[in-house]
Nanobody, 111 residues
Framework: QVQLVESGGGLVQPGGSLRLSCAAS????????AGWYRQAPGKQRELVAE???????NYADTVKGRFTISRDNAKKTVDLQMNSLKPEDTAVYYC?????WGQGTQVTVSS
């Protein structure tokens, strides 16, 4: 079983930056795709970015060029650097590894 603990959400002004971090337990992290999803009020949960064990990445079109996903297999972490944030990025962000989900962290982009 994998436990995921997220950190780094908060309130930021449009154009600002935040960095989300997810720490995983267990010994199998390095074999799994790790990623971030988000869910805005009244909307379905959607993929933001994911990274394979080999380092290939996949981003939602809405965040390409603004967000960067990274992982450290030794530390069992997956991070999401979010730049040039927009109000429409406001959502609860969830870490996802294999079949497991983190508890979610709120990101609010507002002036």
């Amino acid at each position: 079983q994998v436990q995921l603990v997220e950190s780094g959400g908060g309130l930021v002004q449009p154009g600002g930056s935040l960095r989300l971090s997810c720490a995983a337990s267990g010994s199998m992290f390095r074999f799994y795709v790790a990623g971030w999803y988000r869910q805005a009020p009244g909307k379905q949960r959607e993929l933001v970015a994911e990274m394979t064990p080999g380092g290939s990445t996949n981003y939602a079109d809405t965040v390409k060029g603004r967000f960067t996903i990274s992982r450290d297999n030794a530390k069992k972490t997956v991070d999401l650097q979010m730049n040039s944030l927009k109000p429409e990025d406001t959502a609860v962000y969830y870490c996802h590894v294999q079949l497991y989900w983190g508890q979610g962290t709120q990101v609010t982009v507002s002036s």
